[in-house]
Nanobody
Framework: QVQLIESGGGSVQAGSFQRLSCAASGSTFSSYAMAWFRQAPGKEREFVAAITWNGDITNYADSVKGRFTISRDNTKNTLYLQMNSLKPEDTAVYSC???????????????????WGQGTRVTVSS
């Protein structure tokens, strides 16, 4: 099973940008579809973005579409989330997740992912 460690969180001003990284180890990274989810204080976890094993297909929540970009580098075993034009409502703990399989479709529901990182906190102030 793949192990995931996120990094890149922190406190930023609204309108700024930030890039999250998710380093994978313990298994063949390119065998996994990947995704980012987030959980804001007092709210349920929600889907943010997903990417297929080879990076060919991506999918985004409507709330981040046009502002966030998910990408991966299979040579570095790393998943990324570039977040631009950040808003206070983007404040949350962001977690990366892995789903074994080389499907050519993305998954937006959390139960499809079997491996999770511990999360990294992003705080956006107005």
């Amino acid at each position: 099973q793949v192990q995931l460690i996120e990094s890149g969180g922190g406190s930023v001003q609204a309108g700024s940008f930030q890039r999250l990284s998710c380093a994978a180890s313990g298994s063949t990274f390119s065998s996994y579809a990947m995704a980012w989810f987030r959980q804001a204080p007092g709210k349920e976890r929600e889907f943010v973005a997903a990417i297929t094993w080879n990076g060919d297909i991506t999918n985004y929540a409507d709330s981040v579409k046009g502002r966030f970009t998910i990408s991966r580098d299979n040579t570095k075993n790393t998943l990324y989330l570039q977040m631009n034009s950040l808003k206070p409502e983007d404040t949350a703990v962001y977690s990366c997740a892995a789903a074994n399989g080389r499907s050519q479709s993305t998954k937006t529901y959390a139960y499809a992912y079997s491996s999770w990182g511990q999360g990294t906190r992003v705080t956006v102030s107005s």
